[in-house]
């Protein structure tokens, strides 16, 4: 392309614009550890630009710091309309809520437990699970005993409730 129709400025800001982060349009509940996390995240993402921004000639610090601002404007906008829900932790729970453990017996035998965040705390790693993920909205409301059907791409599987606690 000739350099005739590249305006200077468009070079200089190349790669810097990226493409915002969607936000949830659900309610922002969390948990008092998730709000924790977020300014967490927040803080730490603020340091890596304070620590990229010693760096400006780099095209790539240049574009990081392009990600970590959009970044940051996202945890942000998720902290200012965060939810807080208090729970008492270590306390049985009568029904399935938001920020409860639930333990449930699969149609094999096998147990789970899981604990119910919100949607930026949910870490299938850690057995948490988004509040509006399908295995939440199958077991809230619901109490112990209860068996629910949990709606799954490969396949339905029944769960039985076993324990439920904060």
Do not use: C
Request: proline share 2%.
């Amino acid at each position: 392309m000739s350099r005739g129709f590249v305006k200077e400025d468009d070079l200089e800001h190349a790669g810097t614009d990226v493409p915002e982060r969607p936000i949830s349009a659900s309610q922002n509940y969390v948990t008092t550890h998730g709000y924790a996390q977020l300014q967490q995240f927040a803080e730490d993402i603020e340091a890596e630009i304070k620590q990229l921004s010693s760096k400006k000639e780099s095209a790539d610090a240049i574009q990081k710091i392009a990600v970590l601002n959009r970044d940051l404007r996202y945890i942000a906008a998720r902290i200012e309309s965060a939810q807080i829900v208090e729970t008492t932790i270590g306390t049985i729970a009568e029904q399935v809520l938001f920020g409860t453990k639930v333990t449930v017996e699969d149609e094999n035998g096998e147990s789970h437990t899981y604990a119910i965040v919100g949607e930026d705390e949910a870490d299938i790693k850690s057995n948490t699970i988004s509040w509006t993920s399908p295995l939440a909205k199958a077991l809230i409301g619901q109490k112990v005993g209860d068996s629910v059907v949990w709606q799954r791409p490969i396949g339905n599987t029944v769960l039985e409730i076993i324990r439920i606690q904060y």
